[in-house]
């Protein structure tokens, strides 16, 4: 079993910046990859960053490339989201999730994730 908490959530104007954090408990050892998607009100959810835990390869959705960047502190098993130069149209609920299986195509995939934090709100204003 593994626990994640998100925080860091919050209200900023268009063009400002957050930090995410996701951090993770239990059984740990077990994490293959970890990644944020975010979700709005009757839309599905949506990648938005994942890595891989064993090596720094990173992922991104098209729509936040060069404004997001997505890190880890392994010694905190800690998964950060920088999300600089934000946007009204990043307003969502952001969620960490944890996948314990080997990920080589999919990290883009909710499903392939087990684990799943109870989100953070991200409200941009224009």
């Known amino acids: 079993q593994v626990q994640l908490v998100e925080s860091g959530g919050g209200l900023v104007q268009a063009g400002g910046s957050l930090r995410l954090s996701c951090a993770a408990s239990?059984?740990?050892?077990?994490?293959?990859?970890m990644g944020w998607f975010r979700q709005t009100p009757g839309k599905e959810r949506e990648f938005v960053a994942a890595m891989r835990w064993s090596h720094t390869g990173t992922r991104y959705a098209d729509s936040v490339k060069g404004r997001f960047t997505i890190s880890r502190d392994n010694a905190k098993n800690t998964v950060y989201l920088q999300m600089n130069s934000l946007k009204p149209e990043d307003t969502a609920v952001y969620y960490c999730?944890?996948?314990?299986?080997?990920?080589?195509?999919?990290?883009?995939?909710?499903?392939?994730?087990?684990?799943w934090g109870q989100g953070t709100q991200v409200t941009v204003s224009s």
């Open positions: 999730a944890a996948s314990n299986i080997p990920l080589v195509l999919g990290l883009d995939s909710s499903t392939k994730y087990k684990y």
């Open positions: 239990g059984d740990t050892f077990s994490i293959s990859a």
